[in-house]
């Protein structure tokens, strides 16, 4: 019993230290957003900020439209996470589950695609959103999600695979036509994992740089990651501001995770049961 | 039955590929009639869109959309479409355009950018028109931008000029005396000696400093403006040969140069590459009270105020035989090659606008950002007040002012340079072998885009 309680002690000991070990370097962060640019820059460096500057988050607002900034990331990422989990489970379940010519050579194109970085694939697609006049709206950003991104598809794709193909012939007895299949078997028992391509699809777009600092010129369309960098300038840092913003552009990515995490529960719940 | 399904599927892809190429080939050929419809419409109606670039600041932006309402108040045929990005992205976005052909009529370039966008042909020369409608002797460094070949490919838009910065704590602290527009190099290592402090509070001249455990520099230095460039260029040597097309690295005059400098890192009175990662950034050091001294271009005042330092400038120091030099960096407004007849006129007319009006030009200089190109701004009080107190030093640097031997490859080159030095920094290989391979790895650089 006795060493029961020690072991635990012990145990927990490593999990607080291990876990203050993970939140410093958050902590930092937090402590940087509320200094001075003088108190930032210090040598030693100086943990706690003396005085607390609040009004750096003031300041924030003060040099920029932020409101429009993450206004314009809301939309880009909503209609991206939308498009994203429509399109790869379309694509994927035509992949898993359908029978058509050349398919596993499309599906080898698909993944070979994953390959090119997208440096690479930047000046042909701001070509073709120039042709299509798209330059300098938000559409080229969330539009591409909607087209079905190889990550996606191969992630559907084997999470069907591994449903057992006696739901769907069941349902095909009862006299459903495949999209029915798709929309009433396939999508309800796959629930964790669109969870974890929304999730997946929403923290790349939140912190896109290259494609938003392409394809926008205007102020008013920058998404918060370009809105953040612009604050920078050539010459001076305004680091503890930009420190501040990021921080602030931080609470809807916790938001969503806190608010997915009962889905990555239910998915490793319903694995146990398989 | 398979077989046709096949079939069926090549051909699919081919339209698929056919109609991709296509609506490349289609988009090509609506966006030159675009532009050639705008031109007409300019000669009408007198109408003009000009698309301007520029990179963005919080401090600076708000200025920048003040000055460009007056510009079109005074100009009402002129409209302006302001394309701006981050420092970082606006370049990576500006080869993308230029690869697109959609590339602004007129932007704000970097001043070490110039030739490399001017040399591949994509800016427009200025030559007549500064001859034209400029007094060369109004402004500061027109002829930054010059090339080899005497032609002119922007006009300023602010100037950066390096000088001595000193901490006058630190000074008066160590009880020494504060730079003089008399030192040479050799007497700020002298004083660097007497300012470098470990975390003990024992100086380098003292037998039991700990030079690992260094807590505040002598001089603070890094890469080329705020470091090696105005080393080697005050003791004689250099990097490129007045054609800008080959290297004259490996002289004496810069082995010379490259010894003081080593000798001063190893004794850490200045930080090596490596003891620059402690610190927020590389600029920190100096505001951050880390070091007594910096080789500063203008923009570093602002970090220096912000920081509240108690701190001058002054002249940078003089080589062994009397040699000075202030590196410059000149950011320019640049015109697209591709804006001919309206929007041509009228992205001069913007440029000019910038750099003749002293009221723009006094607006701009409020910022603090960079020395007025007119020279009645610049030496006017409105921008000689304030601090530092010796502001004078900068504008008296003009005098032995140069460029970072900028060419087409400035990029290319500087990285394949510092790549080798900072070895020779760190101690890991001797200062001349140092010298010979980047000699031939900055003439290799050059030799791939100009022996072509």
Not at chain 1, 170 to 190: E, H, V
Not at chain 2, 41 to 61: H, I, M, P, R, T
Not at chain 2, 421 to 432: S, V
């Amino acid at each position: 019993m006795k060493l029961n309680r020690t072991r635990k002690i012990a145990g927990y000991t490593v999990i607080i230290l291990s876990s203050l070990i993970m939140v410093m370097p958050f902590l930092t962060t937090v402590f940087n957003s509320l200094k001075s640019y003088a108190q930032y820059t210090k040598v030693p460096p100086q943990w706690i900020p003396d005085p607390v500057q609040w009004n750096n988050y003031a300041e924030v607002w003060k040099l920029g439209p932020f409101g429009q900034y993450t206004t314009n990331s809301v939309i880009v990422t909503v209609l991206s996470v939308v498009g994203a989990l429509f399109s790869c489970s379309m694509v994927a379940y035509a992949f898993a589950r359908l029978k058509f010519p050349l398919k596993n050579t499309l599906f080898l194109v698909v993944l070979g695609t994953m390959m090119i970085p997208p440096v690479v694939l930047i000046i042909p697609q701001f070509v073709i959103f120039k042709s299509l006049h798209m330059l300098d709206t938000l559409t080229p950003l969330w539009i591409i999600e909607w087209l079905a991104q190889p990550f996606g598809i191969f992630l559907m794709r084997q999470a069907f695979l591994a449903i057992p193909k006696d739901y769907e012939e069941s349902a095909k007895l009862d006299g459903c036509n495949p999209i029915q299949i798709y929309w009433r078997i396939f999508l309800p028992m796959c629930k964790p994992t669109f969870a974890t391509l929304a999730v997946f699809t929403f923290m790349t777009k939140w912190n896109e740089i290259l494609s938003p600092a392409i394809f926008l010129t205007s102020k008013e369309n920058f998404t918060l990651p370009i809105g953040i960098l612009s604050m920078a300038g050539q010459w001076s840092g305004n680091e503890q501001y930009m420190v501040a913003a990021a921080l602030m552009s931080l609470i809807p990515i916790l938001l969503v995770f806190l608010f997915a995490e009962k889905y990555f529960v239910q998915g490793s719940n319903s694995a146990g049961i398989k | 039955m398979k077989r046709k399904f096949k079939s069926w599927g090549t051909f699919l892809l081919s339209i698929t590929l056919v109609s991709a190429l296509l609506l490349t080939a289609c988009s090509d050929g609506k966006s030159k009639s675009g532009a050639g419809g705008n031109g007409d419409k300019g000669g009408k109606a007198e109408k003009v869109e000009l698309k301007l670039g520029f990179y963005s600041s919080a401090q600076s932006d708000a200025k920048m959309q003040e000055l460009i309402d007056k510009f079109q108040s005074e100009h009402p045929n002129i409209t302006i479409k302001t394309e701006s990005s981050p420092y970082n992205q606006f370049f990576q976005k500006l080869d993308t355009q230029i690869a697109a052909e959609s590339a602004p009529d007129l932007w704000l370039s970097d001043g070490v950018l110039v030739p490399k966008y001017a040399e591949r042909g994509v800016l427009k020369d200025l030559t007549p028109l500064i001859e034209k409608d400029l007094k060369k002797d109004d402004y500061f460094g027109l002829d930054f931008n010059k090339d080899a070949n005497g032609k002119y490919w922007g006009v300023p838009q602010g100037i950066q000029i390096a000088v001595l910065y000193y901490n006058k704590d630190m000074f008066d602290e160590a009880k020494v005396e504060y730079p003089t527009e008399d030192w040479t190099w050799d007497d700020l290592k002298a004083a660097a000696e007497k300012l470098t402090k470990d975390s003990t509070g024992k100086y380098a001249n003292d037998s039991a400093f700990d030079k690992n455990k260094v807590s505040q520099y002598g001089l603070t230095f890094f890469s080329i403006t705020e470091g090696w460039m105005t080393v080697l260029k005050s003791y004689g040597g250099g990097v490129l040969d007045e054609t800008l097309t080959k290297s004259v690295i490996n002289t004496p005059e810069n082995k010379q140069a490259l010894d003081w400098i080593v000798d001063g890192m190893q004794r850490e009175l200045l930080p090596t590459p490596s003891d620059l990662k402690s610190f927020q950034s590389n600029m920190a050091p100096f505001p951050s009270k880390a070091a007594a001294m910096r080789i500063g271009i203008y923009a570093r005042t602002i970090d220096a105020n912000a920081a509240e330092l108690n701190y001058d400038v002054t002249l940078l120091p003089k080589g062994p035989d009397g040699k000075r030099f202030s590196p410059v960096i000149a950011n320019s407004w640049v015109i697209n090659k591709k804006a001919e007849g309206a929007k041509g006129d009228a992205a001069w007319e913007w440029v000019k606008f910038w750099a003749t009006e002293d009221e723009v030009q006094k607006e701009w200089a409020s910022l603090g950002e960079a020395v007025p190109v007119k020279k009645s701004v610049a030496n006017s009080e409105e921008f000689l007040s304030g601090k530092p107190e010796n502001k004078q030093a900068f504008l008296d640097s003009f005098e032995f002012a140069g460029t970072l031997d900028v060419n087409a490859v400035w990029s290319e080159w500087v990285g394949k340079f510092n790549d080798n030095i900072n070895r020779a920094f760190e101690g890991e290989i001797p200062a001349d072998q140092a010298l010979k391979q980047a000699d031939t790895e900055v003439q290799q650089v050059l030799d791939e885009f100009y022996k072509k």
